[in-house]
């Protein structure tokens, strides 16, 4: 059933905005509690009345939207997050999660309302646009950071392989035999999968 909001309802619209909802949400909830009225696509005049009526209420809406997307836009979001052998995250950065990051600084921004062009899967900087109400969106930048705790142990791992390869350089060019046991075998082989998130964090 559609309906056309007179009031903003977290989770589904801003007023004014024309949503889809079961029969019984409507007819139980939304109606008699004077959230919205119906949307009868038949009854164009009916529709038309209704969203004139609301327009003051939208402006003022939208002039809500307008503060809040001045305090986000060109932001930059910073979230610490562990990575897997593959340099992938263990879970991918939500839009609850970025909704509650904001909600630190009392800035009121719906999950729905973020749109990320791809999952957060992975380090690195990612664009996002906040979609306020119609009209009134906001850019800013999600920046995914590996663990320090995970770093300085991708440190040390790095470092303890060189020092393995040196070593072992070394006694080959004087003709010993090095023993190397499964398990360092086992840490170097993981280490050659995190060599290049290793090298990033190195040279920072």
Request: proline share 1%.
């Amino acid at each position: 059933m559609k309906v056309i909001l007179t009031e903003r309802v977290n989770t589904l619209g801003n007023i004014g905005e024309i949503v889809n909802v079961s029969s019984g949400y409507a007819r139980n909830y939304l109606i008699p509690g004077k959230f919205a009225v119906l949307a009868d696509d038949a009854n164009t005049k009916q529709l038309n009345h209704h969203q004139k009526v609301l327009a003051k209420k939208i402006a003022e809406e939208k002039a809500a939207a307008s503060v809040i997307a001045k305090k986000i836009e060109g932001r930059t979001i910073e979230f610490v997050r562990k990575v897997a052998g593959s340099g992938k995250l263990f879970g991918a950065v939500s839009n609850l999660e970025i909704a509650k990051e904001f909600a630190k600084e009392e800035i009121s921004l719906e999950k729905r309302m973020i749109s990320v062009s791809a999952p957060i899967k992975a380090l690195g900087t990612f664009d996002v646009v906040a979609k306020l109400v119609d009209g009134v969106e906001a850019s800013f930048k999600v920046n995914v950071v590996i663990d320090p705790v995970q770093a300085e142990e991708m440190k040390k791992k790095h470092e303890d392989a060189e020092r393995k390869k040196a070593a072992a350089a070394e006694a080959a060019a004087n003709g010993e035999t090095v023993e190397v046991e499964t398990e360092e075998v086992k840490e170097l082989t993981e280490e050659e999968k995190l060599k290049e998130e290793a090298n990033r964090i190195l040279r920072s």
